[in-house]
Structure formats: C-alpha cells, structure tokens
C-alpha cells in the first residue's frame, strides 16, 4: 500500500511563491500535482515520471510551477512563483505504481491510483 503525505500549503498574496512537498512511501514512482477549486472538476498541474527526467505541465502553469523528486527521499515537489488568485485550490498529489518505462509522464486523474489527503493553497488578492 502506497502512502502519500503532503505539506506545503497555506495562504500567501498575488505574486508569492510556495513549495508543496509530497512523501510517499515503499518506492518510487510516476507521479503528479493534480488541483481542485470550489465547484470545479480535479485537474492535472503537472506531472513526473518515476526516474524524474521526464515533465508535464498544464499550460495555466507552465512558465510558473516548476516539479521535481528526490528519489533518495521518495519526495515530490511542487514549487510555485507568480501565484495568482486562479491558483486557489486544494493540491492533490498522486502516485503510480505500474510503470515500467520510469520515462512516462501520466495526465489523467484514472491513470493514478494512490492519492495524498489534499493541502489546500489561497492566494489572496
């Protein structure tokens, strides 16, 4: 059974940055940053394939959100500059256990099957 303990989140103005971090226990794996705000669907942020070479970023993001691990620490990262109140939601990390490339990115919220608890990011205007 894979664990997934995230932390990071907060409150911070238009134009701050926060870094959200993700544990997960017993391996490495493809993973990703999924977010959900107030009445909207759950939607893809970025993602990372289990060796770390290889990136995704939702275009809302791209420029602005930069993903990471350390596959020592079994630990994703999510670092966020230039957020904006569009930003607002609860972050989601996700996991993977089945991959045997270690280069494949994975985007939809069915392809993971392990989910951290959620830390919730407010950007104030």
């Known amino acids: 059974q894979v664990q997934l303990v995230e932390s990071g989140g907060g409150l911070v103005q238009a134009g701050g940055s926060l870094t959200l971090s993700c544990a997960a226990s017993?391996?490495?794996?493809?993973m990703g940053w999924f977010r959900q705000a107030p009445g909207k669907e759950r939607e893809i942020v970025a993602a990372?394939?289990?060796?770390?070479?290889?990136?995704y970023y939702a275009d809302s993001v791209k420029g602005r959100f930069t993903i990471s691990k350390d596959n020592a620490k079994n630990t994703m990262y999510l670092q966020m500059n230039s957020l904006t109140p569009e930003d607002t939601a609860v972050y989601y990390c996700?996991?993977?256990?089945?991959?045997?490339?270690?280069?494949?990115?994975?985007?939809?919220?069915?392809?993971?099957?392990?989910w951290g608890q959620g830390t919730q990011v407010t950007v104030s205007s």
């Open positions: 990372i394939s289990r060796r770390g070479g290889t990136t």
């Open positions: 017993g391996g490495t794996y493809a």
């Open positions: 996700a996991a993977r256990s089945q991959d045997y490339s270690g280069i494949r990115v994975y985007r939809e919220r069915h392809e993971y099957g392990y």
